[in-house]
Nanobody, 131 residues
């Protein structure tokens, strides 16, 4: 089963941009969709589904909170999925996790997916947006 490592988070001011990276290992990573989830506080039980990309990189999903401000992409030659977020808002702060779709070769990623559909979570990367 693929393992992932997230990076790219940091402390930024509102309006700035960040590019998060999710690096996976193994063939499983490139044969599965990848999703990004946000957990605003440790007390939150559910991770908010914010973006996803299918295994080929041909379909994407963005949560309404990110629509128009984010770009998810993947480079399977590098086993990496990126999430670029522009015009960051303070409510965008939180720990960002990437997860691997439990179903291989999913053609389309949509808003109906949830964290239950993903696994192999990394340790996350912290994004803090100051006003």
């Amino acid at each position: 089963q693929a393992q992932v490592v997230e990076s790219g988070g940091g402390l930024v001011q509102a309006g700035e941009s960040l590019r998060l990276s999710c690096v996976g290992d193994g063939r499983t990573f490139i044969e599965h969709a990848t999703g990004w989830f946000r957990q605003r506080t440790r007390n939150e039980r559910e991770r908010e589904y914010v973006a996803a990309i299918n295994w080929k990189g041909t379909t994407t999903y963005y949560a309404p909170s990110l629509e128009g401000r984010a770009t998810i992409s993947r480079d399977n030659s590098k086993n990496t999925v990126y999430l670029q977020i522009d015009s960051l808002k303070t409510e965008g702060s939180g720990m960002y996790y990437c997860g691997i779709d439990l179903s291989p070769f999913r053609r389309r990623v949509t808003g109906t997916l949830t964290s239950v559909d993903f696994g192999s979570w990394g340790q996350g990367t912290q994004v803090t947006v100051s006003s």
